[in-house]
């Protein structure tokens, strides 16, 4: 398959839009910019929209893994997918999530370095500003900048001592950009004003304090600028990782300037010998440049070297290199790891099998399966198309239909008791033939019950919107109206507690899609599975379809040859075909019923 990398905020859409055309690209997404926090990104109106369409991708990656958690936390509390720290589950497949700090393009600057143009440019500098400490800042013209804040710093610092302004000066370079439009144009005219001020304020005859260059440099001037430059102050507002304070490093061949770096670049995680400060805090960025221009020259020299090797190490052509290596293993473990999807020729087969074979049984779980999950579980009424066709897949003859559930025995049979299907209530504890006649299981230890619904309710209390549900054979405690973020981390802390009390005792723990169920020990969908498999002939065509892991039971007991199908997102190793949700799964049923009539 074709592999596509897209990069930026501005196709963040593009990955879900590439998914659905051709489901099996290979797509990789890379955000060059910062992923906000979840409270702040939860403001945008479309923001189901942008989350879902860079999760279209096999790999996102970021610069820093604080983004990475950004936006962990932003699609747990807004989507409500829980992740790992280097994947999340969506859409029925696994995204892989990445940190790679992107690198300046080291054998280009190297060369520059080496070229003549370049020793030419330097020597001029030293000319111009012999006697004179240069502070430099390279920006394009943006608001994230932050170059207003840094001539305010500049301000401060000269007004601490007006006698700086005969040995330290300041070069902004201000890069066009975006010109054509007045917000921009209002940013360059409020830059200007403030370097007219301080220059007014602070010069004199000969003497400027701040000077000005609204143009792009050449590479040979960019690169004898970092060279000779004192100090660079790079102290954006919001930056994702800021190529400038790598560029500035790497050109310091005799390592002798200071790095002031704003803790809200990307680069403050790189680069460890930079002088970090909050561009918001005038006074204390005052300070600091102060501090950068008299650090002792050894301690420089050890500051700059440290970060220059870091620098050396993480060329960009080592980051393309890495993030497509990252893309390329996420995109084959999804496709071995996911089951074949149930398409046309699987149909077929079923079709061919089916009315050859001697009986039909098709096992099917409710919840998450053949019916969506509901807030609360009482949501989850079947609608009558779905009664209409159970009923119609167990009409047919030589099939047997079994609705195997977690649900209790009088929810199974008010919703579904008057058609003729076998109910598997309270994952096998009790069942019911077509005739109404209903087994209960017997000689089960429940000794450890009422201490677990004692755990339970202590959590509740303290986990608001969380709710119990209690049955003959087992117990769950519901969190999905809870906090996402809270409910889940309150739910790893249960299962891990539940685990330390429960270890010598007959019961089971599951964790399923916001719920952890205590149920008794070997009470599951499995064994009633082999209990009703064993009444039919040897040769009968068996299909299961299931979403969780109380499914992997039913689909570990069927035989080997069966047609096992997981639904939804989740991997299941025991499953051969894999359906997306649950209406892809009333259609692949519609369609075997028609098939099979």
């Known amino acids: ?74 699609c747990l509390r807004i989507l409500g997918l829980r992740s790992e720290p280097d994947a999340i589950e969506h859409d029925g497949r696994r995204v892989g999530l990445g940190v790679h700090p992107i690198g300046v393009d080291v054998p280009r600057f190297t060369a520059l370095l080496a070229e003549p143009q370049t020793d030419a440019q330097l020597a001029e500098l030293r000319d111009r500003y012999r006697g004179t400490k240069l502070v430099l800042g390279v920006e394009r013209l943006d608001y994230s900048k932050g170059v207003p804040l840094k001539l305010d710093a500049f301000e401060r610092f000269l007004a601490q001592d007006p006698s700086r302004v005969d040995h330290v000066a300041m070069l902004q370079v201000l890069v066009p950009s975006r010109l054509g439009h007045g917000d921009y144009m209002q940013l360059k005219s409020r830059i200007e004003q403030r370097i007219a001020e301080i220059n007014g304020k602070f010069g004199r005859p000969g003497v400027v304090p701040v000077q000005y260059m609204h143009r792009a440099l050449t590479p040979h001037e960019l690169t004898a600028l970092y060279r000779f430059a004192d100090v660079a102050m790079v102290t954006p507002m919001r930056d994702g990782m800021n190529l400038v304070a790598q560029e500035y490093v790497l050109c310091q061949r005799d390592l002798h300037g200071a790095l002031l770096l704003s803790e809200f670049a990307g680069a403050a995680h790189v680069l460890s010998g930079a002088i970090l400060v909050n561009p918001w805090d005038i006074e204390r960025t005052a300070n600091a440049l102060g501090e950068a221009l008299a650090l002792p020259a050894d301690e420089k020299r050890a500051r700059m070297a ?41 149909l077929a087969e079923l079709t061919r099998l089916g009315r050859s074979a001697p009986a039909r049984c098709v096992f099917v779980d409710y919840d998450g399966t053949i019916r969506e999950i509901a807030q609360r579980p009482e949501s989850a009424r079947p609608t009558e198309e779905l009664r209409a066709l159970l009923a119609a897949l167990a009409a047919l003859p030589r099939c047997q239909v079994h609705l195997v559930s977690g649900r209790d025995r009088r929810t199974l049979e008010t919703w579904l008791g008057d058609l003729p299907l076998y109910l598997c209530a309270e994952h096998g504890h009790t069942w019911r033939t077509p005739d109404g006649q ?160």
């Open 1 to 74: 398959a074709a592999t596509v990398w897209v990069h930026d905020f501005h196709l963040m859409l593009l990955p879900a839009m590439l998914r659905a055309r051709s489901a099996d690209l290979t797509i990789g997404f890379f955000l060059h910019t910062p992923f906000p926090s979840s409270e702040i990104y939860r403001l945008l109106p479309k923001r189901e929209d942008v989350l879902t369409g860079v999760l279209g991708a096999d790999h996102v990656a970021f610069h820093t893994n604080d983004y990475v958690l950004h936006f962990r936390r932003s």
């Open 306 to 346: 440290a970060m220059q090797r870091r620098v050396e190490e993480m060329p960009c052509q080592l980051w393309a290199e890495r993030c497509l290596a990252a893309l390329r293993d996420a995109a084959n473990r999804r496709r071995a790891e996911r089951g074949e999807p149930v398409d046309d020729a699987v």
């Open 438 to 597: 209903w087994t209960q299981r017997e000689l089960v230890d429940l000794s450890w019950l009422e201490r677990v619904r004692e755990v339970l309710l202590r959590v509740i209390e303290d986990v608001p919107h969380t709710f119990l549900e209690e049955k003959a054979t087992s117990i769950a405690w519901h969190y999905r109206m809870a906090d996402l973020e809270y409910g889940t981390w309150r739910a790893r802390e249960l299962q891990a507690n539940l685990e330390q009390m429960l270890a010598n005792e007959p019961a089971e723990i599951l964790h399923g899609r916001a719920v952890i169920e205590v149920r008794a020990a070997g009470v599951n969908k499995g064994t009633y599975a082999r209990q009703m498999l064993a009444e039919l002939p040897p040769d009968t065509l068996v299909v299961v379809l299931g979403d969780d892991q109380t499914d992997d039971d039913l689909f570990r007991a069927v035989p080997p040859e069966a047609f096992t199908v997981q639904v939804g997102n989740r991997r299941a190793q025991n499953a051969r075909f894999t359906l997306p949700t649950p209406v892809a799964v009333r259609a692949f049923l519609h369609r075997l019923c028609e098939a099979w009539r």
